[in-house]
């Protein structure tokens, strides 16, 4: 299994291209499956959980043709409604074809996500949101069995925002009869993002981007063309290295606009944060890290998969911060790992209590789940001596070429077999 060394205290400094956005690009992808015929999307991430959904289209009968950042699925073929447990397991976000399912063929069969080393992550909401359009669900054997005569549009309340339920029930509801109201709907840029590209396709949907999205059934859509937004968590990724390494990045193709809790923390470090355009933006580190207090909530709140990057930023700060994770409810396994190399973090409950260290020091670590390893990774450029992260799959999972954009930028970091 590959791992990453670093050799830590290098100051970044130069340019960085964000790529295209893992959680924009697999509803996008996924939503192929609502209209037969070919369609093009760009700037889609070179990802491992890329690849899975792939995978999983091309098993439901979707043809598929990638090259560089362009990927084509024709799902004129769909014809199978299973997403079988070997495929599903790799990915939760497999959970994303349920509703396109249902909508085109009126039953699916989708083996259950199991939790995840962040938390349980039941997805009651979008079993419940389908059952109020009329589909009939059952759980047997580890899987969930959707069937429905056609579904038909009605009043959904999600008891809290779920991105990934929001999108689930957005595509069932397109072709659904009627008019179907989303309640205390996830507003993040994501779910705008989708929206737009089910518009594209004929879809009728309003308000994507507040808690009340309206959507009116239409017969069918039809394929499109479509750009996928940049990744903002990818992003916040870059300017936290910026931060810590007294850097000085600048990001291209990125979406500062879709930061902007972010930024306005980040900026309360210390840290520079210039707008050069609105695709472009130059961050540029501190002398000294101020200490911060954060909260992660649904958007337009700070973003939770930029919580494990923060705490990185604060375990260097001067003075003591406090991160409460209001999201997930096992989000902070990357703690014992940054203790290990010699950060100051006590947890309680929701909240990780930080007294910033003037220094870290590299250490073998274990990366747990996606964003704890990029955390681990920004610890790595920060610290002392070396660091080596294993299990990298998880960063393969979402962040496309990441020690090649970092080598880019001065960092010594390399990936090494075995
Ligand atoms: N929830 C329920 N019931 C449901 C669905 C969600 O109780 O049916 C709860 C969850 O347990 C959680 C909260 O609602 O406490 C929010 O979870 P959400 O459903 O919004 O998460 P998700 O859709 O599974 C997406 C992203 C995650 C990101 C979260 C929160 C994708 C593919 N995944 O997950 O991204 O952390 O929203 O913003 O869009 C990542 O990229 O590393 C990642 C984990």
């Given at each position: 299994?590959?791992?990453?060394?670093?050799?830590?205290?290098?100051?970044?400094?130069?340019?960085?291209?964000?790529?295209?956005?893992?959680?924009?690009?697999?509803p996008i992808?996924v939503s192929s499956l609502l209209a037969?015929?070919?369609n093009?999307?760009?700037?889609?991430?070179?990802?491992?959980?890329?690849?899975?959904?792939?995978?999983?289209?091309?098993?439901?009968?979707?043809?598929?043709?990638?090259?560089?950042?362009?990927?084509?699925?024709?799902?004129?073929?769909?014809?199978?409604?299973?997403?079988?447990?070997?495929?599903?397991?790799?990915?939760?976000?497999?959970?994303?074809?349920?509703g396109p399912?249902?909508a085109r063929?009126?039953?699916?069969?989708?083996?259950?996500?199991?939790?995840?080393?962040?938390?349980?992550?039941?997805?009651?909401?979008?079993?419940?949101?389908?059952?109020?359009?009329?589909?009939?669900?059952?759980?047997?054997?580890?899987?969930?069995?959707?069937?429905?005569?056609?579904l038909?549009g009605?009043?959904?309340?999600?008891?809290?925002?779920?991105?990934?339920?929001?999108e689930?029930i957005m595509m069932a509801a397109v072709l659904a009869e009627g008019t179907t109201?989303l309640?205390?709907?996830?507003?993040?840029?994501?779910i705008v993002a989708l929206a737009d590209a089910l518009k594209k396709m004929g879809a009728e949907i309003h308000g994507a981007?507040?808690?009340?999205i309206t959507i009116s059934g239409v017969n069918e859509l039809h394929p499109i063309?479509n750009?996928?937004?940049?990744?903002?968590?990818?992003?916040?990724?870059?300017?936290?290295?910026?931060?810590?390494?007294?850097?000085?990045?600048?990001?291209?193709?990125?979406?500062?606009?879709?930061?902007?809790?972010?930024?306005?923390?980040?900026?309360?470090?210390?840290?520079?944060?210039?707008?050069?355009?609105?695709?472009?933006?130059?961050?540029?580190?501190?002398?000294?890290?101020?200490?911060?207090?954060?909260?992660?909530?649904?958007?337009?709140?700070?973003?939770?998969?930029?919580?494990?990057?923060?705490?990185?930023?604060?375990?260097?700060?001067?003075?003591?911060?406090?991160?409460?994770?209001?999201?997930?409810?096992?989000?902070?396994?990357?703690?014992?790992?940054?203790?290990?190399?010699?950060?100051?973090?006590?947890?309680?409950?929701?909240?990780?209590?930080?007294?910033?260290?003037?220094?870290?020091?590299?250490?073998?670590?274990?990366?747990?789940?996606?964003?704890?390893?990029?955390?681990?990774?920004?610890?790595?450029?920060?610290?002392?001596?070396?660091?080596?992260?294993?299990?990298?799959?998880?960063?393969?999972?979402?962040?496309?070429?990441?020690?090649?954009?970092?080598?880019?930028?001065?960092?010594?970091?390399?990936?090494?077999?075995?």
């Amino acid at each position: 299994m590959d791992k990453i060394i670093i050799e830590g205290g290098r100051r970044l400094k130069g340019e960085v291209r964000i790529s295209g956005a893992k959680n924009a690009a697999l509803p996008i992808l996924v939503s192929s499956l609502l209209a037969d015929g070919v369609n093009t999307y760009s700037n889609v991430p070179d990802l491992k959980d890329i690849q899975s959904i792939k995978l999983l289209l091309t098993h439901l009968g979707a043809k598929i043709v990638s090259a560089d950042s362009i990927v084509r699925i024709d799902a004129g073929g769909l014809c199978n409604y299973e997403a079988p447990y070997d495929l599903v397991r790799k990915m939760r976000a497999s959970i994303l074809v349920l509703g396109p399912l249902v909508a085109r063929l009126k039953k699916a069969k989708v083996s259950l996500p199991g939790g995840c080393a962040i938390g349980e992550r039941p997805i009651n909401l979008h079993l419940r949101g389908l059952e109020q359009l009329g589909a009939k669900i059952e759980l047997k054997h580890g899987y969930v069995e959707v069937s429905a005569d056609g579904l038909k549009g009605d009043d959904i309340f999600f008891d809290v925002p779920t991105v990934t339920g929001t999108e689930n029930i957005m595509m069932a509801a397109v072709l659904a009869e009627g008019t179907t109201v989303l309640r205390n709907a996830a507003r993040e840029p994501e779910i705008v993002a989708l929206a737009d590209a089910l518009k594209k396709m004929g879809a009728e949907i309003h308000g994507a981007g507040t808690s009340v999205i309206t959507i009116s059934g239409v017969n069918e859509l039809h394929p499109i063309s479509n750009e996928i937004i940049p990744d903002r968590i990818e992003a916040g990724t870059f300017m936290v290295a910026a931060a810590l390494t007294q850097g000085d990045l600048t990001l291209t193709n990125c979406e500062p606009d879709h930061l902007k809790a972010f930024i306005h923390k980040l900026t309360l470090t210390g840290t520079k944060v210039h707008h050069v355009d609105k695709q472009c933006i130059r961050v540029i580190g501190p002398d000294e890290i101020k200490s911060v207090d954060v909260k992660t909530l649904p958007y337009p709140g700070f973003p939770t998969d930029m919580q494990a990057q923060f705490t990185v930023l604060m375990s260097v700060a001067k003075g003591l911060s406090i991160i409460s994770e209001s999201i997930f409810e096992n989000r902070f396994i990357h703690v014992s790992e940054l203790k290990r190399m010699g950060a100051d973090i006590t947890i309680s409950g929701n909240s990780a209590m930080i007294k910033g260290v003037s220094k870290l020091s590299g250490a073998p670590v274990m990366a747990t789940d996606l964003r704890a390893s990029a955390c681990l990774i920004l610890a790595g450029l920060v610290a002392q001596g070396t660091t080596t992260i294993n299990r990298v799959y998880h960063l393969d999972r979402g962040y496309e070429a990441i020690e090649k954009k970092f080598t880019q930028v001065g960092a010594l970091i390399k990936r090494v077999n075995g």
